[in-house]
């Protein structure tokens, strides 16, 4: 009797396992499978798999195609956020900020006159954009800053906006334990000066990488590369493909697609950005 209950429950996971399957594929996925047969399983089922471990992941191909066609479909699209102006620079007072789910912000202006202005904006919309876009892309990502006068107690804010400028987030602050945006600070950008900003590597899904297949790793020797360039043509990332590369091959500076009107600030071309590093498994 304990035998048949072990194993249907192995047969109902075999099916479960199926059932995942198919739906990976239905959602333009690929998946791992691990196989291995019961040994909780008598007679004639001993020899059928089962599935023990599925990895999802994600399709390149399908990646890219999404990617493009949501590129498309932002091109020439500017987000906007808001910000009110702050009039307390102290710490004990941005903290009060951000429990009540604002992030405060700093708005600098360009060389040679630098000044800065005080503002906060809404946490959460402000980090579904890092979400959206990561980290490091953020940095790259121009917007629409809608900068508000400070509200009085008891009033409703002014509908109708200081000033609109378009600005570049420069540097994010994040709390390593709480993984809470503390603040964010922006930069001016005109469309006919130019600006100084860190443009990240992005690389291709690993697993798909034939050195990495073998044994080695991505070895990512320049994560982001220093570029001067006009605030209009500022690149979102520079992407590398993997899928071709073998351990022991390099992707030099120069082997870089670069936007026409965009300077890298690295004097040498044929420095390494990345290598696939390790030795390769004998097969």
């Known amino acids: 009797m304990l035998t048949m209950i072990r194993a249907a429950r192995s047969l109902t996971e075999r099916a479960t396992g199926a059932l995942r399957i198919a739906g990976a594929y239905q959602h333009g996925m690929s998946h791992r499978v691990e ?5 909780l399983v008598r007679g004639g089922f001993n020899n059928i798999p089962y599935v023990r471990h599925i990895t999802f992941i994600s399709d390149p191909f399908q990646r890219e195609k999404d990617q493009a ?8 699209q500017t987000t906007t956020l808001q910000a009110f102006v702050r009039g ?5 007072y941005s903290r009060r900020l951000r429990d009540t789910g ?3 912000a700093l708005l600098f202006s360009a060389e040679p006159d630098p000044q800065k202005m005080l503002l906060h904006l809404d946490a959460i919309k402000w980090k579904a954009e890092v979400r959206k876009h990561g980290p490091r892309r953020v940095l790259t990502e121009v917007y629409n800053l809608e900068v508000y006068e400070a ?5 409703e804010p002014n509908s ?3 000033e609109v400028v378009r600005v570049l987030p420069k540097q994010l602050h994040v709390d390593a334990s ?15 000066a130019k600006i100084k900003v860190q443009v990240p590597v992005m690389v291709t899904p690993e697993e798909f990488c034939p050195g990495v297949r073998k044994g080695g790793w991505c070895n990512r020797i320049m994560p982001e590369i220093t570029c001067v360039c006009p605030g209009h043509t500022i690149p979102k990332s520079f992407v590398v493909d993997l899928s071709r590369l073998e351990v022991g091959d390099k992707i030099m500076l120069k082997d870089l697609s670069i936007p026409e009107g965009v300077r890298v600030r690295v004097k040498d071309p044929s420095l390494p950005v990345l290598m696939i590093s390790g030795k390769a498994k004998r097969a």
Do not use: M, Y
């Not at 066609?69 to 091109?75: G, N, R, S, T």
């Not at 307390?88 to 004990?92: F, I, V, Y």
């Open 35 to 39: 196989q291995g047969s019961s040994p």
């Open 69 to 76: 066609e949501a590129a498309k479909a932002l091109e020439g």
């Open 88 to 92: 307390n620079p102290g710490s004990s």
């Open 102 to 104: 604002r992030t405060p």
């Open 151 to 155: 509200p009085e107690d008891g009033k």
């Open 160 to 162: 109708k906006p200081l």
């Open 178 to 192: 709480t993984n809470v945006i503390e603040n964010v600070n922006f930069v001016r950008v005109k469309d006919d």
